[in-house]
């Protein structure tokens, strides 16, 4: 396991893509980082606090239905749907690309991973430039309101 402050940065929205288009079974995490994660090794469910079998992870490969449609588009996609998570998990909560193993899935039907490779960090204007790029889309795609209970 790397320490986290070995893994390198990425800092482009075409240079997470192109890693994307290059590697299958990558996973983003949003979490304190892979040096707090992996003395862990699982996530534990906010609501129940039932300790799950493995790391929740988001799936970065593309979906056949996505069609011959942009890959850096799939990925803004992607970060966008959680970029809300530092503000709602607190200081510290970054994105980071791990390469892992679904062992099965968590609440929200999110894939839990081991056997954790962690490979980058995505660096904070990535996600700007996510949220920036599905802001274009919003009136071809609608816009994705999120409420909370």
Known sequence: MSASDELRV??????????????RGLYVRW??????????????????GVSMPGLSAN??????????RSVELWVARRLYDYAHL??????????????????GRGPD???????VEPLCWIASGVIEEARA?????????GTMRRSGD
């Open 31 to 48: 979490s304190r980082g892979p040096g707090t994660d992996m003395g862990a090794t699982s996530s534990t469910d906010a609501l129940t």
């Open 109 to 115: 039907n999110e894939p839990l991973v081991v056997d």
């Open 10 to 23: 990425v800092h482009s929205l075409a240079a997470l893509a192109a890693l994307v288009e290059r590697d």
């Open 133 to 141: 790029a599905v802001k274009r889309q919003e009136a071809e795609w």
């Open 86 to 103: 530092p503000h709602d998990k607190g200081p510290g909560v970054r994105p980071w690309v791990l390469r892992g193993r679904e062992t």
């Open 59 to 68: 799936p970065l490969d593309l979906e056949e239905w996505w069609q011959d």
